[in-house]
């Protein structure tokens, strides 16, 4: 491989998420025509029922021509999911792990009945 080839699959520049069982990486490479692109790597661990393991990889390439579509769709997404749900999570995992904290650190309050909506109507100047 000349050192041509080499150079082209350095990282630029790199940043790291670790985000629970997940880690994802961001990193600038450059084109053999010596433009920038972007790589985003999702790392997953999975441990064996003997102790050792392995990790998953997904990995998106993006090309400048395409970051303007891609930001607009993310953040349309995002927002999406957080104007629908909250920016609570509430995933089942966490719902165990909120619900073990609550009985330990609160006494236990009969709450009333939200039957009829769990919405809170909050005005924009108390924002």
Known sequence: MSERDLSDQEEIHSKVLRA???TYFFDVRSTKAGDYYLTITESKKFTHDDGSF????????????????????????MDFIINEKGSEVISERHQKDFKKEE??????IE????STSSFTDVSFEDI
């Open 111 to 114: 709450k009333p009945s939200t």
């Open 103 to 108: 009985t330990e650190t609160e006494p236990e």
């Open 54 to 77: 392995h990790y998953k990889k997904h990995k998106i390439y993006l090309y400048k021509e395409d970051f303007d579509a891609f930001k607009e769709n993310v953040e349309e997404m």
């Open 20 to 22: 629970g069982r997940r």
